[in-house]
């Protein structure tokens, strides 16, 4: 009988209405890929996180294989037209240092493989599709700038502290987004940011926004930003200027007290010292949390608690929500919302949808519409945050630019 071989991310995500993610590179990568659904739970409004938990903890009071994850894709908005969804998918991959086990839940079958963790080091595979063009979205960079002006000028009068501003770009396509291939290109050029493909929303967050595991409770908050150039000595200079700057760390202390205020009320926890995570296109300020819980919280119950943070919304919550949505004028749909996986045991992932894009299925082919936002706070200039909307759209443009002619 021959050797049982590893497909790669490519030949996964080939397979029928494929879901993955992936984090972290070589034998310390893990990565979990679904084939096809088995089960398709969606939910909206604001008890969207707990409408998604309970029907997916009854799906798996019904099953007889325990380790059963599923994948989850949360709208930004309580009020967006899309709906948030939990897919459990027919076959499951999960990859590691530990070994490889595929879950069959048509078949019954849970079997462990006899092979490496999955580590893709080929470039992409070549695709027939082509990119015919690349538009502004509904948020054109004029009207992004105006906009900035417009908050901070609602921020100086008092009316909130903080708002997160996002535009769009559109890239179309003569057929369909392969998959395969951008996350491929996305895994190997962001081994340290979360890959991800769930419901047609493909990225590489760099932005964990909680992780639970047996109790255990990780988070991390990022705000406060700089492009990376590939210089050292300045790229020094800027990683020096960010950690002393009185904007950045404004813009930073906000969405890190966001989420330890959230967790302090359902876990112990220990709070590191901010520092700079260097990225290789930017570099942001970083904090992380890390305790454990103190009551029985799903990793997607706890992902409703600390959403929306004020790293991608602002705060006060409520005001930063409302001039967000007035300011930019358009429906985020899954962008900024968490993205992740949960199982039938509470544990689970989840990362802010960053570095991201949605497919959108038109007559010609298909569309992708790629998202990035900046923290605007007393002192933020329009077309710095421009420029660093511009630098956040980076990964998905150059993996497109990679794998489509």
Known sequence: MPEPVMPDLAALTAKDKPTLWRHGSGSSAETIVGIGEYARFTASGPDRFESLQQQF???????????????????FSPVSRYSSVLIVPRVQWHISERGTRVIDLANGTDTILDLPPASPTAPPPAVAQHVLSRTEGDLTGEQFTAAVREAVTRIVAGELAKT?????????????????????????????????????????????????????????????SAPVTGDLDIDQAASDDLMTSAKDASEHAYAARSIIEVLRTIADVEVSDTHVLRLPTIMHLATDVTGFLTGEHSALQVAGLLHPSAAICGTPRDAAARVLAELEGFDRGPYSGPVGWVDDAGNGEFVIALRCALTEHRDEGDALRLYAGAGIVVGSDPQTELAETATKMLPMQRAIAQVLP
């Not at 903890?57 to 709208?75: E, I, M, P």
């Not at 932005?207 to 047996?214: D, H, K, W």
């Open 164 to 224: 997160v501003l996002a535009r769009d770009e559109v890239i179309q396509l003569d057929g369909a987004v392969p998959v395969g291939a951008l996350a491929q290109a996305l895994t190997e050029a962001y081994p340290t940011c979360w890959t991800f493909y769930v419901d047609g929303l493909i990225g590489a967050s760099p932005e964990m926004l909680v992780r639970v595991t047996n109790g255990e409770v990780r988070s991390r908050a990022l705000a406060g």
């Open 57 to 75: 903890s009854a799906f798996c009071s019904t099953l007889r294989t325990s380790g059963v994850r599923a994948f989850v894709s949360v709208t």
